[in-house]
């Protein structure tokens, strides 16, 4: 699925329009974590969290004798019949039985209803240098959720490494809008020139602090799904939500880095009021250059969205 992607192009005053392809895996690096890596769950033995890294401080390891162990990463969200590029990085050596990496399909977010599974095997050898495993496969037409297994499901004998896990989308667009105003409010109007039903992302970036709240207006063709997460994608702002016509969200943001919305499905435009109210901050912390001025509105092309797991903010919502 390698496809030549597009260098960043200025497609308005603070408008880049560039392709990337999105990492659905939570905690990817597995970096994040005290005793054991935020988002990933383990078999009782054989599984350990390794200071051996490829990036980073940390991996996954997988040490058995004859036995069975496995990782397995908190599911997220997929797009059904999608192409996606399943990969990490193996070290190590695998001595006898089988070793995979595995993502599994489900119809539901709970991850009750399987669907089914693909598989990359890890052929027994000696891997001193780290080597990259990595497939694509397409997502089942029921699928809503996947997740992700750095296993051995039958007794096997190895110590193996795995790191910089992927499950990566097809190239998106993405919108990046540097935000350096002290106007209250101004309008982000973003109309695609044709509706499409895969995925694309804005980012808003904010050059300094404050409290604010931000008004997603969106018109769907029929019906699309909207979700917002906020700069680390450790959370959401907006869940997962089904809209149909024309809706509103307020969202409340902290202003600090990137305020991303996601929408899957048809959809006409999407209007970004930001923010609705003047923040009640008497005066921001501000990073990078200076303030400019920035219009009061700008346009851009459009793609519809994907998605991702968190935890919600309040969220005010409403129909036009």
């Given amino acids: 699925m390698s496809q030549e992607v597009p260098p960043p192009t200025e497609i308005a005053p603070g408008i880049v329009l560039s392709y990337d392809r999105l990492n659905r895996i939570p905690n990817n690096s597995v ?63 695998v001595e006898s039985g089988e070793f995979f990496l595995t ?15 693909d598989n990359i095997p890890i052929p027994l050898g000696t891997y001193n240098e780290w080597v990259l495993f990595s497939r694509d496969f397409t997502a089942p037409a029921e699928a809503v959720s996947a997740d992700v297994m750095f296993r051995c499901p039958t007794p096997s004998t190895g110590k193996v490494y795995a790191d910089d896990f992927a499950v990566l989308t097809e190239p998106v667009p993405q919108y990046r809008i540097t935000i350096e105003n002290q106007t209250y409010p101004f309008q982000v109007p973003l109309n695609p020139v044709e509706t499409y039903s895969h995925a694309a992302t804005y980012f808003l970036e904010a050059l300094q602090f404050y409290p604010l709240t931000v008004r997603l207006t969106i018109k769907a063709v029929n019906t699309a799904h909207i979700e917002v997460f906020d700069a680390d994608h450790e959370r959401f702002l907006l869940e997962r939500t089904e809209i149909s016509g024309v809706e509103s969200f307020d969202i409340a943001w902290d202003g600090a880095g990137v305020f991303e919305p996601r929408v899957t499905g048809d959809i006409e435009y999407i209007i970004i009021d930001f923010p609705v109210e003047r923040p009640k901050t008497v005066k921001p912390i501000e990073f990078g250059s200076g303030m400019a001025i920035w219009p009061y509105q700008v346009m851009a092309f459009l793609g ?17």
């Fill in 103 to 117: 993502i599994r399909w489900w119809r539901d977010l709970a991850t009750t209803d399987f669907i089914s599974e």
């Fill in 304 to 320: 519809g969205f994907a998605t991702g797991m968190g935890v919600g903010y309040s969220v005010k919502r409403f129909r036009r």
């Fill in 31 to 93: 970096e994040n974590g005290a005793e054991w890596p935020d988002d990933w769950y383990h078999s009782e033995t054989g599984a350990y969290w390794a200071d051996v890294p490829r990036t980073g401080f940390k991996s996954l390891l997988l040490d058995v004798s004859n036995s069975t162990a496995d990782w397995r990463c908190k599911a997220f969200q997929v797009i059904s019949s999608e192409t996606y590029t399943l990969q990490a990085w193996i070290k190590g050596v």
